[in-house]
């Protein structure tokens, strides 16, 4: 058997992570129910938009040429509301029709002037200024009946899911959602709301990690805690290969007597590789359980978070080929003092100030491995380079949480 690569840079272990594919399934869901889902193929438009040439202002509709040395007074030949209005009006020289925002432009017309702009009284209008053409909107302009205008990956967001109408469609074949499982492990771990004894702690990975595998669009499967025995993981490994298509652990990765999860996956998984050049998180492990791929992340909270945003958050959107929701990522100042670690890629969680200059970044609070509210309390991870030196008003890209 391959030796297993050991403490490897985040590239190499994105590299070995993508290797692994899985086969996704598409459904039909109703527009209603698309937010956050994945568009499966490319959407054609069914109509052109606008399907008419439509006016753009409340206002009049007239001949431009009619309008060339204001003020001008145009005789008023009609009115049209609505779009479909039924109407067979041609706008003639010295001839102008009342129009409302999204009605149809008549025959003959070739500019707008909005309200606000004339003076007007049953039967004429006067013109202050030249009448716009670019006041109308052109039929297709927006879009062209039978054009693709979201591609298969679309992650969908509330403006591409109004897109989706305006199409035309009022259903989407969409990547069904990965049902990802969620194992904390310890035998220290409780439930929040339970009593805890001395030694104890509530358990709160699992609720982060599935506000995660939502914010990419799936479905988490939060499984009981498992306690420090081969035999319970073992179980709750397997079961979760049988009924999720992704299995995140959480504790257990490093390299103590407990370390129950890297243990089990030496003996008994697949193991592809341990241990990355990453701060904080170094521990985690991927493999596959079963044939049903497996990350291994670290029990701190912090670390738990990193990993999901570096490896595994990259390997759903891999695996499903989504172009979504995408890492938002700047740059801001430092305003504070940061350190990386000497040989790992380094993430310092960093508050955001916007001022005139641009972003300014704070490290304020505690860095520790341990300290979720280090996250929770920021706006931002600032991703430090192995080795380099960071200085007070230096430039630092940051990762927005």
């Not at 869901?29 to 439509?54: M, W």
């Not at 310890?186 to 805890?196: H, I, M, S, V």
């Not at 609720?207 to 479905?219: C, D, P, R, S, T």
Request: net charge negative; with cysteine.
């Amino acid at each position: 058997m391959a030796e297993t690569p050991y403490f490897i840079e985040v590239e190499e272990a994105l590299k070995i992570c993508f290797r692994t594919k899985i086969q996704t399934e598409t459904e039909l869901t109703g527009l209603d129910a698309s937010y956050q889902r994945i568009l499966a193929t490319d959407l054609h438009s069914l109509v052109n938009d606008p399907p008419f040439d439509n006016s753009a202002m409340d206002g009049f509709a007239m001949r431009y040429e009619d309008t060339t040395n204001p003020p001008s007074t145009l005789e008023i030949i009609g009115t049209i509301q609505a779009a479909g209005q039924e109407d067979n009006i041609t706008v003639g020289p010295g001839q102008a029709v009342r129009i409302m925002t999204g009605a149809p432009m008549p025959k003959g017309a070739d500019s707008i002037l909005q309200v606000e702009l004339t003076s007007s009284d049953d039967s004429s209008v006067i013109l202050q200024k030249e009448g716009m053409k670019h006041f109308i909107r052109k039929q297709g302009e927006n879009l062209t009946k039978g054009q693709v205008a979201l591609k298969a990956g679309t992650f969908l967001t509330p403006s591409r899911i109004g897109l989706c109408a305006t199409m035309g469609h009022n259903s989407i074949p969409v990547v069904k959602r990965l049902r990802v499982a969620i194992i904390s492990t310890g035998d220290e771990l409780k439930q929040p709301g339970d009593k805890l004894e001395r030694g104890e702690i509530y358990e709160s990975n699992s609720f982060g990690l599935a506000g995660l595998v939502k914010w990419l669009g799936h479905h988490p499967v939060r499984m009981h805690c498992v306690g420090d025995t081969l035999d319970s993981l073992r179980e709750s490994l397997n079961t979760a290969a049988e009924d999720c298509d992704l299995i995140l652990t959480s504790g257990g990765v490093s390299m103590g007597e407990w370390d129950l999860v890297r243990k089990i996956m030496e003996d008994e998984g697949d193991v592809h590789f341990w241990r990355v050049k990453l701060r904080p998180g170094s521990p985690p492990l991927f493999g596959l359980w079963k044939d049903t791929p497996i990350f291994g992340l670290p029990g701190n909270p912090v670390s738990s978070h990193v990993v999901f945003r570096i490896l595994v958050g990259p390997w759903i959107r891999n695996a499903t080929s989504a172009t979504g929701p995408i890492e938002v990522r700047a740059f801001a100042k430092l305003a504070t003092t940061v350190k990386p670690t000497k040989d790992s890629l380094t993430l310092r969680r960093v508050t955001i100030e916007t001022t005139e200059e641009g972003l300014v970044a704070h490290q304020k609070i505690h860095q520790g491995s341990g300290n979720l509210a280090s996250i929770a309390y920021s706006e931002g991870m600032a991703v430090l380079q192995p080795e380099r030196e960071y200085s007070i008003g230096d430039m630092v890209e940051v990762m927005i949480i």
